[in-house]
């Protein structure tokens, strides 16, 4: 991110970080909600932490993966599940809060796929939302198939469309201005505000009606 001022990349990477926590977290719960032992509550904590980046960086072409050459990320999946499977039944009741977290890291993690996808292939809208949607919802897609169900992001609220928009935003800004901070930023605030209001108002795409 080399046009990023050094404390936008610091604020952006502590993000990311507190993004990929916040992700592990869903996945350590949903882990438990399936009666998993320790290490499937470890194993399904990284994967909803830090596959999205991976899958994103293989399509991509990028080797070895961001999320594996630098081992913070792991660390974080890995302590998280942990401290979820000591802590379960206190941190339970903050579920609530945890979906807070988890719509700041839809919103980061889209606004860095997108981000990279712009600095590889430049003003590329399909690698944009390609890279910034697959970063936002891979790690969500896996977790949920790993335990038997159906992607939350197919049926739940407003997911993966908050995460194109807030690709939509990024792009836009990019395409007036070209200042990429300011295009970040904005995809990070919209995708999470727009995640926030669709949780507190069950806002829901609409479904095929059935007979």
């Known amino acids: ?4 001022s050094l404390p936008v990349q610091a604020t952006i990477l502590a993000l990311d970080l507190f993004g990929t926590m916040a992700f592990a977290v869903t996945g350590a719960f949903k882990a438990i909600e399936h009666k998993a032992d320790i290490v499937g509550i470890i194993i399904l904590s990284t994967i909803t ?9 293989i399509v991509m072409g990028h080797f070895p993966p961001h999320s594996i050459s630098d081992p913070y990320y792991m660390i974080i999946t890995v302590t998280t599940g ?7 039944p206190k941190m339970q009741k903050h579920w ?3 979906l807070k977290f988890d719509a700041i890291g839809l919103g980061v993690f889209t606004a860095i ?4 996808a712009y600095e590889l292939y ?3 809208f399909l690698a944009i939302a390609l890279a910034g949607m697959v970063t936002a919802v891979g790690g969500g897609i896996l977790r949920d198939m790993f335990v038997n169900e159906v992607p939350m992001v197919f049926v739940k609220e407003l997911y993966a469309s908050a995460s194109f928009l807030g690709v939509l935003v990024f792009y836009i800004a990019l395409t007036i201005d070209y200042n990429l901070e300011i295009a970040t930023i904005s995809s990070i605030v919209v995708t999470t505000i727009l995640r926030l ?4 108002y069950n806002w829901n ?5 059935e007979k």
């Open 96 to 98: 609530n809060l945890f």
């Open 197 to 200: 209001v669709a949780m507190k």
């Open 205 to 209: 795409l609409p479904k095929a009606r």
């Open 1 to 4: 991110m080399t046009e990023f």
């Open 49 to 57: 932490g830090v596959a999205g980046g991976i899958l994103r960086d």
């Open 113 to 116: 796929g997108a981000t990279f």
């Open 122 to 124: 430049g003003m590329n």
């Open 82 to 88: 942990i401290i979820i499977f000591f802590l379960y």
